[in-house]
């Protein structure tokens, strides 16, 4: 009865731990045609780390908050911003949070 669940459930644990990234360009504009370096670009991205834990059995002190749980939870993540201004410069921002 459960035999179509082992395989699924075997894929799922194997491509949870990948990490996810993307990017996105909010804001685009040529300023002139002929230079391709001439652009202002506004571009967003990041990407997550998650986890999964399996325990059979809790063995950690109930006052011990700091352990993580069995469950999902993300190791790592990263959310930044480029903006580029004309020729002139390039400007990077990034925020990582980790475990």
């Given at each position: 009865m459960h035999s179509w669940a082992s395989p699924l459930v075997a894929?799922?644990?194997?491509?949870?731990?990948?990490?996810?990234?993307?990017?996105?360009?909010?804001?685009?504009?040529?300023?002139?045609?002929?230079?391709?370096?001439?652009?202002?670009?506004?571009?967003?991205?990041?990407?997550?780390?998650?986890?999964?834990?399996w325990q059979q059995k809790d063995v950690r002190d109930p006052s011990n908050k700091v352990d993580n749980s069995a469950g999902f939870s993300f190791r790592r993540s990263r959310l930044g911003a480029v903006a580029r201004v004309d020729k002139i410069a390039t400007l990077t921002t990034e925020i990582e949070l980790t475990t």
């Open positions: 894929v799922m644990l194997f491509l949870l731990p990948c990490t996810a990234a993307a990017r996105v360009t909010v804001f685009e504009q040529k300023n002139s045609e002929s230079d391709p370096e001439d652009i202002r670009r506004l571009a967003i991205f990041g990407f997550l780390q998650p986890r999964f834990t």
